[in-house]
C-alpha cells in the first residue's frame, strides 16, 4: 500500500484529491496540509510514501524551501524528530501548471522526483503516484521540453552543486546518464548498449551517487547542466 500525503492551500482541491486517490486499492492518503510548514510536520509524523504537493502555495520561492525540506530533511531541525531526518524521505510529485517551467525547474533541482500537470486526468495521477513511489521519475513530455528549454537558459548562471564533476563518471557511465536524459527506460538502455537490465540498475546508482542526487530526475538536470547533453536548437 502507497501512503501519500495530500498539499495544497485549496480545501475543496485537498477533498478532489483525497476522492480520486482513496478509492485506489493499493493508494491510501494518510493525511493532508495545507502550507509548507504544516506538510513538512505531517511527513514527519505521519511517514509517507509520497507527497503530492499543489504549485504555488504560498508563492514560489516558499514552494521550493518545501520541497527541499521534504527532499532532503535537515538532522536536528526544531520541527522534525532527528529520527526522522536520519530514516525517512518521502517521494515528491509536484502538480503544476504548464507555464510554471521555471518552478518546475527550482523543484526539480531542489529534490522534487517528479511533475504532473494539474489538469491531469484521474488514472495519470494514480499512476504517477505509483511510480514515484518505485523510485522513479515522471514529467509529462509537455514539460519535458520546457525544461530543457530552461536549463539551455540558466546553465550558465546556475553553477553546478559541489562534488558535481562530470569528470567523475566513467565512460560507460557518461554513456548510461546520456540514455537516461534522452528519456530511454532501463530495459531500452540495456538493450542498445548490450548490457544486462541490472547493469543498468547499478550504473544508474552510481551516477547518482557520484553527482550527488537523488532520483533520475535530478540526473537529467545535471546532463544538461553540465554540457554533456546538449537540447536541439
Avoid: C
Avoid at 88 to 99: E, G, I, Q, S, Y
Avoid at 156 to 166: A, E, F, N, T, V
Avoid at 217 to 233: D, I, K, N
Wanted: glycine share 6%; no cysteine.
Amino acid at each position: 500500500m502507497v501512503s501519500v500525503l495530500v498539499v495544497n492551500d485549496q480545501s475543496l482541491q485537498r477533498l478532489a484529491l483525497r476522492m480520486l486517490l482513496d478509492p485506489e486499492p493499493d493508494l491510501s492518503v494518510v493525511g493532508e496540509a495545507s502550507s509548507g510548514p504544516e506538510a513538512v510536520r505531517a511527513s514527519a509524523a505521519l511517514r509517507p510514501d509520497v507527497v503530492l504537493m499543489g504549485s504555488q502555495l504560498s508563492g514560489t520561492d516558499d514552494d521550493i524551501v518545501t520541497v527541499r525540506r521534504l527532499a532532503r530533511p535537515r538532522r536536528g531541525h526544531r520541527h522534525l524528530e532527528p529520527a526522522d531526518a536520519d530514516t525517512h524521505t518521502p517521494r515528491v510529485l509536484v502538480l503544476a501548471r504548464a507555464d510554471h517551467e521555471g518552478y518546475a525547474y527550482a523543484a526539480l533541482r531542489a529534490g522534487a522526483d517528479g511533475f504532473l500537470l494539474e489538469d491531469a486526468a484521474p488514472d495519470e495521477l494514480a499512476s504517477a503516484v505509483r511510480i514515484v513511489a518505485a523510485g522513479d521519475a515522471v514529467i509529462t513530455p509537455d514539460l519535458t521540453r520546457a525544461l530543457i528549454d530552461t536549463v539551455r537558459e540558466q546553465r550558465i548562471s546556475r553553477p553546478l552543486p559541489r562534488g558535481s564533476d562530470l569528470a567523475a563518471l566513467t565512460g560507460r557511465e557518461r554513456d548510461v546518464l546520456t540514455a537516461v536524459a534522452s528519456g530511454w527506460s532501463n530495459a531500452e538502455i540495456a538493450e542498445r548498449l548490450s548490457i544486462a537490465p541490472t547493469t543498468v540498475k547499478t550504473h544508474v546508482s552510481n551516477i547518482l551517487a557520484k553527482i550527488g542526487a537523488r532520483a533520475r530526475v535530478q540526473a537529467v538536470t545535471f546532463a544538461y547542466e553540465s554540457g554533456l547533453v546538449r537540447p536541439a536548437a
